[in-house]
């Protein structure tokens, strides 16, 4: 009998991951996307869709919001955290060295490059001990527990962005500002909007100046203090509304294989057989317009909105 023939998508991952394992293809480097393969090899979406699965299912390649997906670097040993003191009867259980390496700063550290590169939900205690060679039981000398590491990354990211010590003199200008410089931390770290919590606030001390600039900036321009509060609730709430889509963004690429461009291209036939019934004019004039989606300006056109809104509540002398 002869042999059963070998996929087309299966030929495809081959002649990847050969290319992969031999170096030709760097960690880091971009891979080909979906709309590559299926003009290299004359295959459909669907089969270059499995391609990019099937390879990051081995763990070859991730997705990089932004980039692409790229070839991963290979994975490192767990080495136990043991050393020769430790080993002799009576001698202490963690060598000097070890200790650095489990340094609190460190194990924040490595969780939030896990974090930034791969998404929150690939942060795990046994994943942080193995970037850190460590022996994953180790970690819980110094955290409790993921929900501890978690607040300790949130807590970390936000401290390394302080304000500045002195705000602008005008309500409006120092609440863009904080805003902003909030709206930037989320962009640099697309898991920590998602992991903030509105309704059950964690107790992050280095988010407290952020409530403490705007609190303080609109009650001194006219609004009481409650009021004064739920603004600053409504303003971050909105950036980090906007800013959850960076990581959805993030899921969404490494499930389906496919940028968001990509996805957009793919789903305009099915939009435009829609918009050809004629239901629909003012869409089809911004179709055919062509409208860029960027999530900067719209940041910013909300913000701008929101703050509009907020001005007829301060004191007419500072609300230009």
């Known amino acids: 009998m002869g042999g059963q ?22 960690p880091g480097d971009r891979v080909p996307s979906t709309r590559e393969i299926t003009r290299q090899w004359g295959v459909a979406m669907a089969t270059a869709t499995k391609v990019l699965s099937e390879l990051r299912r081995e763990g070859m390649v991730r997705a990089v919001p932004g980039v ?3 070839v991963a670097a290979p994975s490192r040993p767990v080495r136990a955290a043991r050393s020769t003191a430790a080993a002799r ?4 259980s963690d060598a000097p060295s070890v200790q650095a390496a489990l340094a609190l700063g460190r194990i924040v550290g490595a969780a939030v490059k896990v974090a930034d590169t791969e998404g929150l939900a690939a942060v795990s205690m046994r994943r942080v001990a193995a970037e850190l060679e460590v022996a994953t039981m180790s970690l819980y000398r110094h955290v409790a527990d993921k ?26 200008e120092a609440v863009e500002l904080a805003a902003r410089q909030l709206w930037d931390l989320f962009r640099r770290h697309a898991w920590l909007a998602p992991a903030l919590s509105v309704t059950r606030p964690q107790m992050i001390v280095s988010a407290l100046p952020y409530s403490e600039w705007i609190l303080a900036t609109l009650h001194a321009h006219g609004l009481d203090l409650r009021s004064a509060f739920t603004a600053h609730l409504m303003l971050f709430n909105y950036a980090r509304g906007i800013a959850v889509n960076l990581e959805t963004e993030r899921e969404a690429e490494a499930h389906s294989g496919l940028d968001s461009e990509e996805w957009m291209d793919a789903q305009e036939p099915a939009l435009l057989a829609v918009l050809g019934t004629g239901r629909f004019p003012a ?12 999530l900067d ?3 910013e056109f909300g913000l701008q909105r929101l703050l509009d809104g907020l001005a007829p509540l301060l004191d007419e002398s500072c609300a230009g």
Not at 5 to 26: C, F, M, N, W
Not at 89 to 92: I, L, S, Y
Not at 150 to 161: I, K, N, S, W
């Open 297 to 299: 300006a719209l940041f």
């Open 147 to 172: 929900d501890d590491l978690l607040t300790r990354m949130m807590d970390g990211v936000m401290a390394e962005h302080p304000l500045p010590a002195d705000p602008p003199e005008g309500w409006r």
């Open 283 to 294: 869409l089809s004039r911004l179709a055919a317009a062509g409208y860029d989606f960027d």
């Open 5 to 26: 023939a070998v996929p087309r998508y299966s030929r495809i991952v081959a002649e990847l991951r050969r290319r992969i394992e031999t170096g030709e293809l760097a």
């Open 68 to 70: 692409g997906t790229v």
């Open 89 to 92: 009867p009576g001698g202490p």
